[in-house]
């Protein structure tokens, strides 16, 4: 199975991912959950009443009138499927049947023009507008502060132009990953986009969160694909983008990528693609422990040859594995990391690994790891209906900083979840020249108030990770549940200029309120 | 000589670069323009007189508070060789006498802070402020449309820090190219910018104008370069960077570079560096014309391995190549390709080009080139004297695009200066996967106002890059004389966003106003 021919997610409501992928915990991690003190909770209390969509005939009728009556829905499956994102305290509330978030109706536009009209109209109308591609937001980027519409984007999944000579494609927002690499491989061609969330996520998301995937040694990230975009503001639109690089001002697609759906919607992008790749190679490496393991990416992140996907876990995750533990011979002690090659492999990348200490364990682990490259999310589903709490959180950081920061944010964890000690996994999954970002993970028992026992040890992580120089978010972004440290990192001024952009651009506030910006 | 070893240059005013390095014209280029109808223009006028200082006592005194009386200089020689850049236009005007952009008074702040002080105080004490690097624009980006002050940030001129481990240097503002290199070769690193303008232009400088200098095949251009960055505006500093990349919103770093003195004065930058190579290779390779250099750098560029230089001189820059005779082998017919290598030699990098078409000349010409590499600047000064109106423009855009532009720029340059009919010379210096830059160097006689000759054509060739989808500058910015053609560039929406962030930052407008918005 290649990326390409991993059907389009539908996700289930409360629930990561392809009903038809979701997976068992093996015995061996029910027992080990025991001996973490997880013991399954009491089943949730029953689901609130279901509330009536909050809009008018009017503003229905205003919304009829632009796309079309039968791509406007405000029946509640289709609004509850809608709710939030897939984050563990999205997924609690899910379960707990909270229905505060609820959007009022979801609207299924057609073209960019339909999408333009909508946000032009939104304020004459009282609508505040919720952009949703993919919906697999992890940090609370589709639960803004009031009563929305919910615009999702799948019928935007056109690829409407294909450059083979300056080789770009143009592909509008709502194409989900497994169906933009169908649409290129028609041709011969890939975007070497592969995000976990690959299955259900999609290209306007991408953009507007500055995506990164597991090949992003070789491909880069996607905000570094992006070569021009167009956006549907309450203003109006934008386009911007007339060659790779320009000397002309601000690059301002860097402005847009990232902004979340605060500043309008990104109805389609030009993505660099490149040939799609005739062989694939990858392979496990040993390494004694992290910090020998960590010099060893360095090295190839600085020196190079870099393989396609690169990826290095620390000593508990190595061992502890809870995604698959024949991948990683968990308990055989030291480290693990995984290159993959997208095309030949390259002896001169193993070369590096050997001399800065690596041995060798062969494609074994590799296409173990291929193969259950997008499960690991699957397994968050049972783990908490064992009454385990699982989370990830990630950052990025200089390479010169990450020691430091990877032992206080552990520490961080640890004591915020005293009660209940957690294991935190870590892993290295994205490098640079300058630096690199570290991906955690969390599991430990769930107290009687799992989301504010989750949300006190964040906020606790994400102090640690301000003070050790780290960025709040390397690829999930900001959202709301990381507005706060956002803000802080980049001051208030930064704050009060993107302020001024998100006025300009919607005056009347509303695109994504509270979303990215207090 | 290496890089390194160039000294830092003492710009004349009115001449371009060091002193020490003009050239005179060989014989045979005298002869050329003879044939091109270019003869010896009369002297210029007597200059103008030179007016005092507009700055009240009580002005000066605020500035010579925050950095001390000897670094205030209102002197008329100070004054007027901080007057304007050293575009074509620039100088002319300059030897014309005209005293119309000549600055108030030049400020030289010692520390972050003085600059900090300067620009919080400048609306109170009614000053426009630009900030003077190196001083080598060539797009008028040192001419504001009233009365300033200009802060020189030679006195900006340390490495603050050096991470080994992740392998950045944080640099002042004011650091030229060939002391940044002597500044880290110390440690055995380079930074790898060498830019046309390197002997005199400054880190503050690359960074605010979006420099790409002429190895940006293998370090890429300035802004890549660049992880973190303070910057000074009137209404407070802010610092950006925690990481190499980062999904916290959108990348404002990109908001600030390029943003040309409009927004504040960018006081250091954190950037990557590499290890200084031990070893170097530069040759040249022949192409039976441009069109089929063209599919080979393109090659290199999408499916590499990319040299550190490369070049592709189109046939009327082959054939004329004004720079030096030797190089080209002018008149063998096709066109010159240069690649160069700081590292070992790399025989795929050939193998492609012998794959496309190419003929290796060997070291020869690559060696002239590398020899000269700095050199056509200084050209122009003895070709105007001789009479000749010369000058550079250049665009980038995506691959397929190429040839269509090229011809209509080549056109609308023919045609707009019909009566003194242009050589047209065009080569691509810096490449992406998606596209590439254009460099045009246009040289004819001069008419009785080369100033408006030059500004006629200049107009019709940036109308023809907007029309052929290129951007208005791939690597010399906006300044004054892109002013216009960018905000067509970017639409009005995104011009009003750029100015509320404007708005935000610098509220009574003292920040290089004129430059970049309107």
């Known amino acids: 199975m290649t990326e390409s021919d991993l059907p389009v997610a539908n996700l289930t409501p409360g629930h990561w991912g392809n009903p038809a992928h979701t997976v068992e915990l093996p015995a061996a991690a029910l027992d080990a959950l025991k001996d973490l003190g997880i013991h399954r909770p009491p089943p949730p209390p029953k689901p609130s009443p279901q509330p009536n969509t909050a809009l008018t005939a009017a503003q229905l009728a205003f919304l009829s009138t632009v796309v079309g009556s039968q791509h406007v829905a405000a029946d509640w499956d289709s609004r509850w499927a809608h709710t939030r994102g897939y984050s563990t305290t999205d997924l609690l509330r899910f379960r707990a049947g909270d229905t505060s978030d609820v959007p009022d109706v979801i609207v299924y536009p057609g073209t960019h023009d339909e999408v333009q009209a909508i946000l032009s109209g939104a304020a004459e109308h009282g609508l505040a507008v919720v952009p949703y591609a993919g919906g697999t937001s992890v940090v609370g980027g589709l639960a803004p502060t009031r009563n929305f519409i919910t615009l999702d984007l799948r019928r935007l999944d056109q690829l409407l132009e294909l450059d083979e000579i300056s080789r770009t494609a143009t592909l509008q927002a709502g194409v989900r990953g497994p169906a933009a690499e169908a649409l290129l491989a028609e041709h011969g061609y890939t975007l070497g986009h592969f995000p976990q969330s690959y299955e259900g996520a999609s290209i306007g998301g991408y953009a507007a969160a500055r995506s990164s995937g597991q090949s992003s040694a070789g491909y880069g990230r996607f905000d570094q694909m992006v070569v021009a975009l167009t956006l549907a503001t309450p203003r109006g639109t934008i386009e911007l983008g007339r060659a790779p690089m320009s000397a002309a001002g601000p690059d301002l697609r860097q402005l847009i990528l990232g902004s979340e759906g605060a500043l309008g919607v990104i109805t389609s992008v030009v993505v660099r693609i490149r040939p799609r790749p005739t062989e694939r190679h990858f392979e496990g ?74 041995t060798n364990l062969g494609e074994g682990p590799g296409e173990t790891w291929r193969l259950g490259r997008y499960r690991a999310p699957y397994l968050r589903d049972p783990l908490l209906d064992e009454g385990a709490l699982v989370e990830t959180l990630e950052t990025a950081t200089f390479w010169s900083r990450i020691p430091a920061l990877k032992a206080a944010v552990t520490q961080a964890l640890v004591d915020a979840l005293g009660t209940t000690p957690p294991l935190v996994l870590c892993h290295i999954s994205h490098v640079y020249e300058t630096g690199a970002s570290l991906y955690f993970t969390v599991i430990c028992a769930q107290t009687d108030d799992p989301v504010t026992q989750w949300r006190t040890a964040k906020a606790a992580a994400s102090q640690a990770i301000a003070d050790a120089g780290g960025t709040i978010s390397h690829h999930h972004g900001v959202g709301t549940d990381h507005r706060d440290a956002y803000t802080a990192e980049i001051g208030p001024l930064a704050v009060e200029a993107l302020q001024a952009v998100k006025q300009t651009l919607d005056p009347h506030n509303v695109m994504n309120p509270g979303i990215l910006l207090p």
Chains 1, 2 share one sequence.
């Open 285 to 358: 490496w040993h390494f004694a422990d992290f910090a020998t393991g960590l010099t060893a990416v360095r090295r190839l992140a600085q020196d190079g040859p870099l393989p396609t996907v690169l990826r290095l876990s620390d000593e508990v995750e190595t061992a502890v594995n809870l995604a698959d533990p024949d991948v990683l011979g968990g308990g055989a002690g030291g480290v693990l990391a995984i290159i993959g090659f997208d095309g030949p492999y390259n002896q001169a990348t193993a070369d590096v690994l050997t001399a800065a200490g690596g």
